[in-house]
């Protein structure tokens, strides 16, 4: 299986901020990467696919990047509803997700 | 509106079986291609099975040793999940979601149904 690692695994930040959150695959996936938030006793959101592209109806604050190994999720400007769980999964083989970075106020 | 609605979960005894449901609704699910993924308590995602549009073909988690089987029912519009053997690590939420296919990513989920092992 690929190994999917994001970091950090929690982090902390106020309105307004911009947060980036890596996740790093443990052999190359190309750009098979997707992203997902969710918030507490909520289903999972899809965000973004192909490692850059943005889902319909997801706000332009959030981006991605990367290929390869190496991700990157950032939020730019973050909204008091931004604030949640968010993970990176893995495509390029059976599905794997990451572990998932807690993105929490200050 | 398009809606996944997962059924069929509850408490369970360890070496018991359960069936998952899934009812969809609002896009043509013949289409698509359908994923199982579950949520331990206070833990990650863990892809558990997915099957094509027709049904043809299924895959599960190597780590589940084939206790867990996939498969749909086009006309019904519905998803299920076999769960045999059932240990107490299986405890979890259950999702049902779209799958666009391979090398590919969740879209669409249901609100989840928690599924518990124990005695």
């Known amino acids: 299986d690929i190994q999917m690692t994001q970091s950090p695994s929690s982090l902390s930040a106020s309105v307004g901020d911009t947060v980036t959150i890596t996740c790093r695959a443990s052999q190359t996936i190309d750009i098979y990467l997707s992203w997902y938030q969710q918030k507490p006793g909520k289903a999972p959101k899809f965000l973004i696919y192909a490692a850059s592209k943005l889902q319909s109806g997801v706000p332009s604050r959030f981006s991605g990047s990367g290929s390869g190994t190496d991700f990157s999720l950032t939020i730019s400007n973050l909204q008091p509803e931004d604030f949640a769980t968010y993970y990176c999964q893995q495509s390029y083989q059976m599905p794997t997700f990451g572990q998932g970075t807690k993105v929490e106020f200050k | ?119």
């Open chain 2, 1 to 119: 509106e398009v809606q996944l609605v997962e059924s069929g979960g509850g408490l369970v005894q360890p070496g018991g079986s359960l069936r998952l449901s899934c009812a969809v609704s609002g896009f043509t699910f013949r289409s698509y291609s359908m994923a199982w993924v579950r949520q331990a308590p206070g833990k990650g995602l863990e892809w558990v099975a997915h099957i094509s549009q027709d049904g043809s073909q299924e895959e599960s988690a190597a780590s589940l040793k084939g206790r867990f089987i996939v498969s749909r029912d086009n006309a019904r519009e519905s998803l299920y999940l076999q769960m045999n053997s059932l240990r107490a690590d299986d405890t979890a939420i259950y999702y049902c979601a779209r799958w666009r296919g391979h090398q590919s990513e969740f879209d669409l989920w249901g609100q989840g149904t928690l599924v518990t092992v124990s005695s």
